[in-house]
């Protein structure tokens, strides 16, 4: 999924807790691998997606341990598809 990512132009950056932030090209959407973040496994979640679209509010999804990660796959090919400009 990140190597999806990753052909869409996104900024993907690792950091040395082996955790992995992605940014969509104009910033509006961030994808966030946080196996390693603290603050993440308190509230039971390794996946983050935060979206600011132009036309409405802020939202954020996230995804636990027990989530395929097929099914963040599938969200995040969706959400790219459905936001092509943002997510492209």
């Given at each position: 999924?990140?190597?999806?990512?990753?052909?869409?132009?996104?900024?993907?950056?690792?950091?040395?807790?082996?955790?992995?932030?992605?940014t969509s090209?104009?910033?509006?959407?961030?994808?966030?691998?946080?196996?390693?973040?603290?603050?993440?496994?308190?509230?039971?979640?390794?996946?983050?997606?935060?979206?600011?679209?132009a036309d409405?509010?802020?939202?954020?999804?996230?995804?636990?341990?027990?989530?395929?990660?097929?099914a963040v796959?599938?969200?995040?090919?969706?959400?790219?598809?459905?936001?092509?400009?943002?997510?492209?």
């Open positions: 999924m990140l190597e999806l990512l990753g052909a869409l132009g996104w900024a993907i950056v690792d950091t040395p807790e082996a955790n992995v932030h992605c090209p104009d910033g509006r959407v961030y994808v966030g691998w946080l196996p390693e973040d603290t603050a993440a496994w308190k509230r039971g979640i390794v996946w983050q997606v935060r979206v600011v679209p409405a509010e802020p939202w954020v999804q996230e995804f636990g341990l027990g989530t395929p990660s097929e796959s599938g969200f995040l090919a969706a959400l790219v598809a459905a936001c092509p400009r943002t997510a492209q």
